[in-house]
């Protein structure tokens, strides 16, 4: 099947900082790209869905400025935590469709902030 | 709006019994429905998937069929290994170009 992948896979960061993710698709081009969080033991949450070449369309409650996001080919997204805090710490998800409007998932990456 | 309500877990089976995970859904038009699996520690993988009605998903030994008269597409499987623990998620994609709806999970581990 097809293949997304992400990296880093985890990250430790100090408070303040900020921390960019990279999401990719292997074997097949992706228009779309999604963003999901995920709390520990919970669903995921829809974070931001991403178009190659256009800005990122962010669910409500989301902020833009804190969680920026660059879907810059059909290839790779990025999502970038800006000044992270200790209630940033999650685990990020990114999802990317294929042309059978299929969405395929990243392993993941898990970020701890100190 | 669309949402998909799953059984709470956790479901604890012995290996080879028999699973259910039920999953109901709510939506306008006529959705893809999904489930996906997470194994500890990793992000989703695609199960299976039904695109419309009667139609059934099937992979590694689980099925789901596509019901829209009672807008349900259980997941089971005949008999369950310890390698199948794991968190299930039921989601539905509305339609077009639009990001999946996922229920809040649910958990199966399987003791042998």
């Known amino acids: 099947g097809a293949v997304v992948s992400q990296h880093p896979s985890w990250v430790i960061c100090k408070s303040g900082t900020s921390v960019k993710i990279e999401c990719r698709s292997l074997?097949?081009?992706?228009?779309?790209m999604f963003w999901y969080r995920q709390f520990p033991k919970q669903s995921l949450m829809l974070m931001a869905t991403?178009?190659?070449?256009?800005?990122?369309?962010?669910e409500q409650g989301v902020e833009k400025d804190k969680f920026l996001i660059n879907h810059a080919s059909l290839t790779l997204s990025t999502l970038t935590v800006t000044s992270a805090h200790p209630e940033d710490s999650s685990f990020y998800i990114c999802?990317?469709?294929?042309?059978?409007?299929?969405?395929?998932f990243g392993p993941g990456t898990r970020l701890l902030v100190l | 709006g669309d949402s998909v309500t799953q059984m709470e877990g956790p479901v604890t089976l012995s290996e080879e019994a028999f699973l259910t995970i039920n999953c109901t859904y709510t939506?306008?038009?006529?959705?893809?429905l999904f489930w996906y699996v997470q194994y500890p520690g990793e992000g989703l993988q695609l199960l299976l998937k039904?695109?419309?009605?009667?139609d059934k998903g099937s992979n590694k030994g689980f099925e789901a069929t596509y019901r829209k008269e009672t807008t349900s597409f259980h997941l089971e499987k005949g008999s369950v290994q310890v390698s199948d623990s794991a968190v299930y998620f039921c989601?539905?994609?509305?339609?077009?170009?639009?990001?999946?709806?996922f229920g809040k999970g649910t958990r199966l581990s399987v003791i042998a």
């Open positions: 939506a306008t038009g006529y959705p893809s």
């Open positions: 999802s990317a469709r294929d042309p059978s409007e299929t969405q395929y």
């Open positions: 074997d097949f081009q992706a228009t779309t």
């Open positions: 991403s178009n190659e070449g256009s800005k990122a369309t962010y």
């Open positions: 989601a539905l994609r509305p339609s077009g170009n639009t990001p999946l709806v």
């Open positions: 039904a695109t419309k009605a009667d």
